[in-house]
């Protein structure tokens, strides 16, 4: 394919993922204020949810990113890929869960908690997700990741067309029934309860994953794509506009528009996709060779920046404040942003020259 580089580096899905990771950063930071208030009508908290909407992109991108790139492989030996690929994020899942739970146990609530105490309570976490919020994104991957083997050989044994009707079956399952659903439930206080849409193949991340492989191995038709790219744009600006008045209806925060499977975010995913795959051509033959190299350097630190920036920021980002000026919420939001993006870069580069560190805290990566 042409958007891959001599040096086996997919300069689109480098950029990718590193406004993936800055958006999702973005994402934490602002949760803070937004979750704090429901004074809906400050400044501060329309910056907060303007930069909020517009990063909810992300993590539908990171799937359909790792759909992209994994789904490509021929998996010839089952015992190989659990060793090289889901082996690698169980210790990283482990690692993290017990940092975060040290962390959290006795210096953000300061317990007396023993050890033994400490340990059931973290192994129960553990099975149950309930160590640190963001770690859930890895038991998700991991299990996707266990169904790669068969996955890889039905995808690529399916026709265009094969994929198009999954496609848009999980889209109707996935996200368009699940619109209609919280309509009626914001409306009605009743959930609507279709039983046959209970398709467990089409409902999930698993549709993100594949649909990331779709976009990265087909090309769409020109009308498609203009569609999806300016329903991408509306839903960049609606997204802030409908959360507010969402919000203002339920008297707090309200995050329909928020959410990885709603109507918006989806076109907003699919859309930074297919725009930057285009741009592939334009963007390699811009940038020289110390640019892309760094582009690769960052591109390759995002899964390990996701596992470390949560632990930067409590250490590091300032609070912004409710009553905050325009120009100071903003200011706060960019440094905060910055400042706990560099710094996990930068730690995770010095935690690497170690190789038993980068394996046992980042699966080996780097």
């Known amino acids: 394919m042409n958007h891959i580089l001599k040096d086996n580096r997919i300069i689109f899905i480098d950029i990718l993922r590193i406004l993936s990771i800055i958006a999702v950063i973005i994402l934490h930071i602002t949760a803070d204020l937004l979750t704090r208030t429901n004074d809906f009508n400050t400044t501060s908290w329309w910056i907060s949810n303007l930069f909020n909407s517009v990063a909810r992109f992300a993590v539908p991108v990171f799937f359909m990113i790792s759909g992209s790139m994994i789904l490509r492989i021929e998996v010839k030996s089952y015992r190989q890929f659990y060793v090289k690929r889901v082996l690698p994020l169980i210790i990283s899942l482990v690692s993290w869960?017990?940092?975060?739970?040290?962390?959290?146990?006795?210096?953000?609530?300061?317990?007396?908690?023993?050890?033994?105490?400490?340990f059931s309570h973290f192994a129960y976490g553990l099975m149950t997700d309930r160590n640190y919020i963001h770690l859930w994104f890895l038991y998700a991957i991991i299990a996707i990741y266990m169904t790669v083997p068969l996955i890889s050989k039905l995808v690529k044994n399916c026709s265009e067309k094969d994929l198009r009707y999954y496609l848009l079956l999980w889209f109707m399952i996935s996200i368009f029934y699940k619109f209609i659903s919280d309509i009626v439930f914001r409306v009605t206080s009743e959930y609507i309860n279709i039983p046959i849409t209970n398709i467990p193949l089409f409902m999930g991340y698993l549709g993100y994953f594949i649909l990331g492989y779709y976009l990265f191995n087909y090309t769409i038709p020109l009308k498609a794509k203009n569609i999806f790219f300016n329903l991408g744009i509306i839903s960049f600006c609606i997204t802030p506009v409908a959360t507010y008045f969402a919000s203002l209806y339920s008297g707090t925060l309200d995050e329909m528009f928020y959410g990885n499977y709603s109507l918006t975010t989806f076109f907003m995913a699919i859309g930074t996709f297919i725009y930057f795959k285009e741009k592939e051509t334009v963007i390699s033959e811009k940038l020289n060779y110390k640019i892309k190299k760094?582009?690769?350097?960052?591109?390759?630190?995002?899964?390990s920046i996701y596992l470390i920036h949560l632990l930067v920021e409590l250490l590091v980002s300032r609070r912004a404040e409710i009553e905050a000026t325009l120009l100071q919420t903003t200011f706060t939001l960019i440094f905060n942003v910055v400042i706990i993006f560099s710094i996990s870069y930068i730690t995770v580069k010095v935690l690497n020259l170690n190789k038993f560190i980068t394996h046992v805290l980042f699966g080996g990566r780097g």
């Open 97 to 118: 869960s017990f940092i975060y739970a040290v962390y959290t146990q006795y210096f953000i609530q300061k317990s007396s908690m023993g050890i033994y105490q400490f």
């Open 294 to 303: 760094m582009i690769s350097s960052i591109s390759k630190a995002s899964f």
